[in-house]
């Protein structure tokens, strides 16, 4: 029987890969008026939402495997980080505001502490029983 954790985490990594994909394909038309560097932009945005996506994958099958309180909470660090950065750096794209220059960092500094946290749960998890 498949866990409700691996499910949410299957889920959002077809999620995540899935708007990646969604963004690439819309990206191709709607970025033919905007300068070189937010082109590139948007392309580091839509390679971290397929690389986290292509992780949280992986990480589903750990789940049946292995039990850890640190590992919960450094998946929900890794999505949110995620969510806040790659969605702020296409929103800068498209929006000429500069309330979101510093909200970038801030969703880039979650996704490395979820990261890290992630790294350290490696030694403090448990066999699932």
Known sequence: MI?????????????????????EA??????QDIP?????????????LLFH???FLGIAGLFRHY???LMDISLIAIALG??????TVIIKIFV???WWGPVTPIGGGI????????????????EKG
């Open 111 to 126: 996704l490395m502490v979820g990261w890290l946290l992630f790294l350290v749960s490696a030694f403090v998890s448990e």
């Open 53 to 55: 996506g292509a992780a």
């Open 67 to 69: 039990k850890s309180l």
């Open 82 to 87: 995620e969510l806040i950065f790659s969605a």
């Open 26 to 31: 819309m990206g191709t038309h709607a970025l």
């Open 3 to 23: 866990s409700m954790k691996t499910r949410t985490l299957w889920a959002l990594g077809a999620l995540m890969a899935l708007a990646a994909i969604i963004a």
């Open 96 to 98: 000429e505001d500069p």
């Open 36 to 48: 070189e560097q937010g082109k590139a932009n948007f392309r580091i945005a839509t390679l971290f």
